[in-house]
T-cell receptor, first 115, second 116 residues
Framework: AQSVAQPEDQVNVAEGNPLTVKCTYSVSGNPYLFWYVQYPNRGLQFLLKYITGDNLVKGSYGFEAEFNKSQTSFHLKKPSALVSDSALYFCAVRDGNSGYSTLTFGKGTMLLVSP | GAGVSQSPSNKVTEKGKDVELRCDPISGHTALYWYRQSLGQGLEFLIYFQGNSAPDKSGLPSDRFSAERTGGSVSTLTIQRTQQEDSAVYLC??????????????FGPGTRLLVL
């Protein structure tokens, strides 16, 4: 079985401050990890993914995520938040060693960046 | 290039009516997925098509839900005898020919379904 948890329903941060959106996962094999962002009334947009290699993954719009195998985490980060980053963020996982073909998504974390 | 498109963007229907939702994947993508996003919930997997293989229907919540994919391209999700709890945003995604399970899924804008 594969699962993902986003422990925070909402994260508030002031513009210009660093932001972190947390994600932890559970898989039996090697994890393939993804972050997506959803703006109001829009579909999900791909931000970044971890498959293998460097634990720090850089993605779109200045976002990055750090894969930590020992803590089974894949937190999303950005050094300096923008008001336009305010959106709903989803973490997703796929077990790279299983026959299951789809992504399992977390419930999402609403990021609110204040001016 | 064109992304994943879905139609209609919004659908209001009466309880008990049937609805059809359409998804046009990115050209050349062989994998197609349907998800449901309810208010305050994450994405719930519904069904997955990969090429000519039998679809993975394990996420369909009841036998009122069905989907087909014609010619390996366009897909239609059908909900029969709609219920108010079917109200949600239905999202479609596609991904390229698989090279393992690492392919990124690209999402359409969704169809917002409201059952009165």
């Amino acid at each position: 079985a594969q699962s993902v948890a986003q422990p925070e329903d909402q994260v508030n941060v002031a513009e210009g401050n660093p932001l972190t959106v947390k994600c932890t996962y559970s898989v039996s094999g090697n994890p393939y990890l993804f972050w997506y962002v959803q703006y109001p009334n829009r579909g999900l947009q791909f931000l970044l993914k971890y498959i293998t290699g460097d634990n720090l993954v850089k993605g779109s719009y200045g976002f990055e995520a750090e894969f930590n195998k020992s803590q089974t985490s894949f937190h999303l980060k950005k050094p300096s938040a923008l008001v336009s980053d305010s959106a709903l963020y989803f973490c997703a996982v796929r077990d790279g060693n299983s026959g299951y073909s789809t992504l399992t998504f977390g419930k999402g974390t609403m990021l609110l960046v204040s001016p | 290039g064109a992304g994943v498109s879905q139609s209609p963007s919004n659908k209001v229907t009466e309880k008990g009516k049937d609805v059809e939702l359409r998804c046009d994947p990115i050209s050349g993508h062989t994998a197609l997925y349907w998800y449901r996003q309810s208010l305050g919930q994450g994405l719930e997997f519904l069904i997955y098509f990969q090429g000519n293989s039998a679809p993975d229907k394990s996420g369909l919540p009841s036998d009122r839900f069905s989907a087909e994919r014609t010619g390996g391209s366009v897909s239609t999700l059908t909900i029969q005898r709609t219920q108010q709890e079917d109200s949600a945003v239905y999202l479609c995604a596609s991904s390229p020919a698989p090279s393992g399970r690492m392919e990124t899924q690209y999402f359409g804008p969704g169809t917002r379904l409201l059952v009165l």
